[in-house]
Nanobody, 123 residues
Framework: QVHLVESGGGLVQAGGSLRLSCAASGRTFSNYAMGWFRQVSGKKREFVAAITRSGGSTYYADSVKGRFTISRDNAKDTVYLQMNSLKPEDTAVYYC????????????????WGQGTQVTVSS
């Protein structure tokens, strides 16, 4: 069992920045590739970014490429999402997810989820 806890969400103006954190506990963190997803009420949870177990490779949705950066610190069992140049359409509940070995790319292939943190971007 992997327990994930997100933090860092909040209200920010368009053009601003936020840094989300996701602290993991339970199993060996470095065995899991990590990802960030987001969900707007009434819509499907969508992929935002993912990072391999070592942190050597990262992947992004086209909508956030160049604005968001995913990173991880395996010594702290934490994954981060730095969000810059935020837009109102980035407003959503952001979830971190863990997947054993392979990167999480869809809601269906994630093994563990956090409880989510709200990000609201005002125009």
């Amino acid at each position: 069992q992997v327990h994930l806890v997100e933090s860092g969400g909040g209200l920010v103006q368009a053009g601003g920045s936020l840094r989300l954190s996701c602290a993991a506990s339970g199993r060996t963190f470095s065995n899991y590739a990590m990802g960030w997803f987001r969900q707007v009420s009434g819509k499907k949870r969508e992929f935002v970014a993912a990072i391999t177990r070592s942190g050597g490779s990262t992947y992004y949705a086209d909508s956030v490429k160049g604005r968001f950066t995913i990173s991880r610190d395996n010594a702290k069992d934490t994954v981060y999402l730095q969000m810059n140049s935020l837009k109102p359409e980035d407003t959503a509940v952001y979830y971190c997810a863990a997947r054993i070995r392979a990167i999480p790319t869809h809601e269906e292939n994630c093994d563990y989820w956090g409880q989510g943190t709200q990000v609201t971007v005002s125009s």
